[in-house]
């Protein structure tokens, strides 16, 4: 089946501008995640969903950024006003319940 | 809070050595510890992980030790290949107020040399 994915592969937008990440997550897979890999850098943990609701977002870095999930199954992040320490890889994972996590490609995203 | 580290940051071996990248966390509650490789511009791919249930798991050259009592877990590569060079993330679970997330470690970059 079709693993996880991610749209666009890649966004170069301006500072200031609003952004809007999107991921399609395994099908059936209750969990969804997102994180942000800088350059050269780990996997800083963004927000967690479990179905549609989002129990932890102590992540997310300031209240620019927000993240909602409909029906259970796509995800968008949004980056608003966006600042060039945003710039990074944006990864999304998905797993079923409490299982191992497959990752999406990612969006490079590159605030000028 | 929730930590995880990794040591080394980066580690070269020669092409059939042994390679050992340990990971320590911080959390008594974590259960799950995964181990994922990433190639240069790929998305990170699971290559071996292990419950709180069990001491070591072994895959082919690839084997995963857990210590709970000292909050330690390894991750073990024999008889490297130049393909095994990567970056390699350690990853703890936690679960906090019906929360369940990963902490990652920082990466340890590994070449293996020819």
């Known amino acids: 089946g079709a693993g996880v994915s991610q749209s666009p592969s890649n966004k170069v937008t301006e500072k200031g501008k609003d952004v809007e990440l999107r991921c399609d997550p395994i099908?059936?897979?209750?969990?969804l995640y997102w994180y942000r890999q800088s350059l050269g850098q780990g996997l800083e943990f963004l927000i967690y969903?479990?179905?549609?609701?989002?129990?932890?977002k102590s992540g997310l870095p300031s209240d620019r950024f927000s993240a909602e999930r409909t029906g259970g199954s796509v995800s968008t992040l949004t980056i608003q006003r966006t600042q060039q320490e945003d710039s990074a890889v944006y990864l999304c994972?998905?797993?079923?319940?409490?299982?191992?996590?497959?990752f999406g490609p990612g969006t490079r995203l590159t605030v000028l | 809070g929730e930590n995880v580290e990794q040591h080394p940051s980066t580690l070269s071996v020669q092409e059939g050595d042994s390679a050992v990248i340990k990971c320590t966390y911080s959390?008594?509650?974590?259960?799950?510890f995964p181990w994922y490789k990433q190639e240069l511009g790929k998305r990170p791919q699971l290559i071996i992980d292990i419950r709180s249930n069990v001491g070591e798991k072994k895959d082919q050259r690839i084997a995963v030790t857990l210590n709970k009592t000292a909050k330690h877990f390894s991750l073990h590569i024999t008889e490297t290949q130049p393909e095994d060079s990567a970056v390699y993330f350690c990853?703890?679970?936690?679960?906090?107020?019906?929360?369940?997330?990963?902490?990652f470690g920082t990466g340890t970059r590994l070449k293996v040399l020819a």
């Open positions: 959390d008594s509650a974590s259960n799950y």
């Open positions: 994972a998905s797993s079923f319940q409490r299982r191992e996590q497959f």
């Open positions: 990853a703890a679970t936690v679960t906090t107020s019906g929360t369940y997330k990963y902490i």
């Open positions: 099908s059936g897979h209750t969990a």
């Open positions: 969903f479990q179905g549609n609701s989002a129990p932890d």
